[in-house]
């Protein structure tokens, strides 16, 4: 069973940055995709970004390519966001997520195709 521990979360003004930690159980941690999805007020809840079991692969919503890098290290079963030039709009709650099935395809920007969660981290961008 994984379980999944964000940290992180604060307040930064926009064009800060900060970088998200999540520590997983490690029992199937260099198997599984790893990923963010984050969930403002109101709003539902959307993909951020996710990585391959390797750390090869790496996909992004587009609203954060270019300011986003998910990066993980399997020998210490962490996944990482570093999120640059903050903008108010990316004010949520960002959840780490764990997939069993290690292959991107057209569901991996839902919901549904993450087995694990963790309880999520409140990230907010002043303007």
């Known amino acids: 069973q994984v379980q999944l521990v964000e940290s992180g979360g604060g307040l930064v003004q926009a064009g800060g940055s900060l970088r998200l930690s999540c520590a997983a159980s490690?029992?199937?941690?260099?198997?599984?995709?790893m990923g963010w999805f984050r969930q403002a007020p109101g709003k539902e809840r959307e993909f951020v970004a996710r990585?391959?079991?390797?750390?090869?692969?790496?996909y992004y919503q587009d609203s954060v390519k270019g300011r986003f890098t998910i990066s993980r290290d399997n020998a210490k079963s962490t996944v990482f966001l570093q999120m640059n030039t903050l903008k108010p709009e990316d004010t949520a709650v960002y959840y780490c997520?764990?997939?069993?099935?290690?292959?991107?395809?057209?569901?991996?920007?839902?919901?549904?195709?993450?087995?694990?969660w963790g309880q999520g981290t409140q990230v907010t961008v002043s303007s």
């Open positions: 997520v764990a997939a069993r099935t290690d292959s991107w395809d057209s569901n991996s920007y839902r919901v549904s195709a993450y087995d694990y």
């Open positions: 490690g029992r199937t941690f260099t198997r599984d995709a």
């Open positions: 990585i391959s079991s390797s750390g090869i692969f790496k």
